[in-house]
């Protein structure tokens, strides 16, 4: 089966520019999620959605961030403006259900690194 | 909030010896991950430990699970140089998953 697709790879930006993430998850997969790594550290959960409703948002920073999910497909992660401290890499990830992970959990996708200088 | 610790965070192997990645969570969970991530790329899930008492193994790794001290440990028996990423584990509770800070794993000749 096709993975999560991700684009872009890598974006450069200079603080307080907006910047848009965009993840296609696996076909059928009802629960999407966005994670935030930051170098050196695990992923940190940003928001949750099931279909195209949102589950957890709760450690979003919704004064700059928002996300959408349309349709309950595809879904874009968007930065507004961005700081320094948001260089990270966006780990876009999927699954059937939220509590069935699978036998191998959660599908992930390749990550879009932002650098914000 | 679920907090999943990790230990070591650093872990430099020798090349046909034994070591262990411990890793410590805070409340019930529904089920434990361990995952792999190669520096640039994207985490690759190992293993899913779903009960108490639960073993996996896959070729020089095995991953266990003691839900009553709430702590998963991956061993890793006779270290080999592809071995080098870093390991993380994460924690499903309430439908969320929680990732630990992380080990990073580098295995010398």
């Known amino acids: 089966e096709a993975g999560v697709a991700q684009s872009p790879r890598y974006k450069i930006i200079e603080k307080r520019q907006s910047v848009a993430f965009w993840c296609n998850p696996i076909s059928g997969h009802a629960t999407l999620y966005w994670y935030q790594q930051i170098l050196g550290q695990g992923p940190k959960l940003l928001i949750q959605?099931?279909?195209?409703?949102?589950?957890?948002d709760s450690q979003l920073p919704k004064d700059r961030f928002s996300a959408e999910r349309l349709k309950g497909v595809d879904s874009t992660l968007k930065i507004q403006p961005a700081k320094l401290e948001d260089s990270a890499v966006y780990l876009c990830?999927?699954?059937?259900?939220?509590?069935?992970?699978?036998?191998?959990?959660?599908?992930f996708g390749s990550g879009t690194r932002l650098t914000v200088v | 909030e679920l907090k999943v610790e990790q230990n070591p965070l650093f872990l430099s192997m020798q090349e046909g010896k034994n070591y262990t990645i411990y890793c410590n969570y805070s409340t019930t969970s529904d089920r434990l991950y361990w995952y792999r991530q190669d520096p640039g790329k994207s985490l690759e899930s190992l293993f899913v430990?779903?009960?108490?008492?639960a073993v996996k193994q896959e070729g020089r790794l095995m991953a266990s699970l003691d839900t009553k001290a709430r702590l998963s440990t991956l061993h890793i028996t006779a270290a080999v140089h592809d071995l080098s990423a870093t390991y993380f584990c994460a924690v499903l509770n309430d439908y969320k998953l929680s990732f630990g800070a992380g080990t990073t794993v580098t295995v010398r000749a």
């Open positions: 959605f099931q279909n195209n409703g949102v589950v957890d």
């Open positions: 430990l779903l009960s108490n008492g």
């Open positions: 990830a999927s699954s059937l259900l939220p509590q069935a992970g699978g036998s191998y959990g959660y599908t």
